[in-house]
Structure formats: structure tokens, C-alpha cells
């Protein structure tokens, strides 16, 4: 069995594959290093043979997360890394290895998908655009705070929002303007995002007309759908892309 782990800025997103051509026997998001071997020794008949993963933390952390795992599981660990260029896709940083290595393998697995131009939006921790021409040329990207920093930002630097978990979900059940002041943050900062996702397509169809896929992912895609509903809601997208970055053959 393979386990693969895309290590984000707020969660570990984990699934658990039979084989390299299987698709998930089990799956799920973690907070933390511990909480994630917990979830997974919790699973009846584990067998890990492998681990492939992506991090976008710091490297002490990360070499932790898979000393733990190595511990645990006693699994070989490949992390994927940074390349100038993969699977007919060129990374286009004036320097290649400072690319968020997330972004990189969202960018693989859509260009794989689409197989001709793409936008690559993804909304973690932060809100991330990347723009692949039809013959693979990375053409950059934005970055700006996602949804989770959004919030986080209001209720730290203002006197009077505050609010919790439960509230906030029930205020996006609509978008109208809001009448609290949960109602008002939440639906305000969601608006930032589609507009940033409305401002992505402009720039998409400047360069290649009609001619491109869009591909949204990230633990906040679905607040965005509505307002690309060509877009291609794909969850496991980093995945796709780990699967090209790290093969276990
Ligand atoms: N089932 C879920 N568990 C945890 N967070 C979720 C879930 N579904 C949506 N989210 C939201 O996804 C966001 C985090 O997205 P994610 O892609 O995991 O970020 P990152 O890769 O930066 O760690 C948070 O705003 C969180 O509220
Ligand atoms: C932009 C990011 C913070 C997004 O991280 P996430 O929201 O997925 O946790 C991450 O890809 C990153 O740290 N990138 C390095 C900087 C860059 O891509 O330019
Ligand atoms: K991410």
C-alpha cells in the first residue's frame, strides 16, 4: 500500500492507495503530524510499502513528519522536489526552486489533464493562480491570502470581530450583504476570492480567447465554484501531480 500526504500550510491531506494504479482506499485531513499516525494506525489491515509527499513547509518539519513515519511505519519516503522542467512542463521562476512545490504539481497534474493551456487556481491557506501555455510554458502566477488568512487577519487586528466555527458556516449559506458581523466577514472575504478568481479568467482569455481548461482546487474551492462554472473541481489535483513528480516503480 501506498500512503501519499500533500503537507500544506494549515492541513495535511492524506489517502492511502492499494497500488500505484489504484485509486483511494482510504483518505483524510490532518492537523498534525501526531494526529495524522493516529488516523492511520487507526486503519485495520495497514500495510505501507511506500510514501511519496509533497511539503510546502519547512524543511525541519518536514524531514520531522517523515522521521515519524519512517518510525512508525518503517515506509521508504520520496519527497517530491523542485524542477526547471517535467512532463513537457516548464517551470517559469526566475528561480525554479523557489515555486511552491504544491503549485508545481497542481500545474503537472492539470497540464496532463487538459493537455493544452490551463489556469490552475487553488485555494489552501493562501489563494494561488498559475498560468500554463498549450506548449507547456509556465507563464507565473499570483499568490494572495486565502480564505483562512483572510479572516485570521480581521479578527487579530480589529477590536470587535470575533466570532466562531459554527457561525461562520452558517453565514455562507447566502451571499447577500451581511446584516452580523460574522455574516458581514465571512461573505465579505469570500467575495475577495471570487473576484480574484473573476480577474484570473480575464487574464486567461486575454491571452488564449476561449481556448484553456480551469482547474480549481484546495480546501476552499468550493466557495469559489460559482464563479467559474467552467471550472474543473478537481479535490485530488496535487496528487495527480505527485504520482508524475515521485513514481514508484
Ligand atoms: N474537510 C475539511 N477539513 C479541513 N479543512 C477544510 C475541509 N474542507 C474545507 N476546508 C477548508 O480548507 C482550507 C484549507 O485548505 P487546504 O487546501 O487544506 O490548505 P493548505 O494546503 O494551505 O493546508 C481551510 O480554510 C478549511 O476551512
Ligand atoms: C504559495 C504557498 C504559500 C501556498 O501554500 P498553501 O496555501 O497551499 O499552504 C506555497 O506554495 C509556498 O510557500 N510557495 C513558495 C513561494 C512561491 O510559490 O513563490
Ligand atoms: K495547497
Not at 487579530?156 to 458556516?169: L, N, P, V
Not at 476561449?210 to 480549481?216: A, E, K, N, P
Amino acid at each position: 500500500m501506498i500512503l501519499e500526504l500533500d503537507c500544506g500550510n494549515s492541513f495535511i491531506k492524506w489517502r492511502v492507495l492499494e497500488s500505484s494504479e489504484a485509486s483511494a482506499c482510504a483518505e483524510g485531513i490532518a492537523g498534525s503530524d501526531a494526529s495524522l499516525i493516529d488516523s492511520l494506525v487507526a486503519l485495520p489491515d495497514l500495510l505501507l510499502t511506500r510514501c511519496r509527499l509533497v511539503s510546502v513547509r519547512a524543511l525541519e518539519e518536514t524531514d520531522k513528519l517523515v522521521a515519524a513515519l519512517v518510525d512508525a511505519f518503517g515506509v521508504t519516503v520520496s519527497c517530491a522536489g523542485p524542477e526547471r522542467e517535467m512532463a513537457g512542463v516548464r517551470n517559469g521562476y526566475e528561480d525554479f526552486e523557489r515555486l511552491g512545490l504544491d503549485r508545481w504539481l497542481a500545474m503537472l497534474g492539470a497540464f496532463k489533464l487538459a493537455s493544452g493551456a490551463c489556469l490552475v487556481l487553488d485555494f489552501g491557506t493562501a489563494a494561488t493562480a498559475d498560468f500554463i501555455s498549450s506548449d507547456g510554458e509556465h507563464l507565473g502566477g499570483f499568490i494572495c491570502p486565502g480564505m483562512p488568512l483572510m479572516r485570521n487577519q480581521l479578527r487579530t487586528h480589529t477590536r470587535k470581530i470575533r466570532y466562531g466555527d459554527a457561525a461562520a458556516e452558517r453565514a455562507l449559506e447566502r451571499l447577500s450583504p451581511g446584516r452580523t458581523t460574522v455574516e458581514a466577514v465571512e461573505r465579505g472575504c469570500t467575495l475577495m476570492l471570487r473576484g480574484f478568481v473573476l480577474t484570473q479568467l480575464e487574464l486567461a482569455r486575454s491571452y488564449w480567447g476561449d481556448d484553456f481548461t480551469v482547474f480549481l482546487t484546495g480546501g476552499d474551492a468550493e466557495l469559489v465554484s460559482d464563479a467559474a462554472p467552467q471550472a474543473q473541481l478537481v479535490p485530488d489535483l496535487i496528487f495527480v501531480g505527485l504520482a508524475m513528480a515521485c513514481p514508484l516503480s
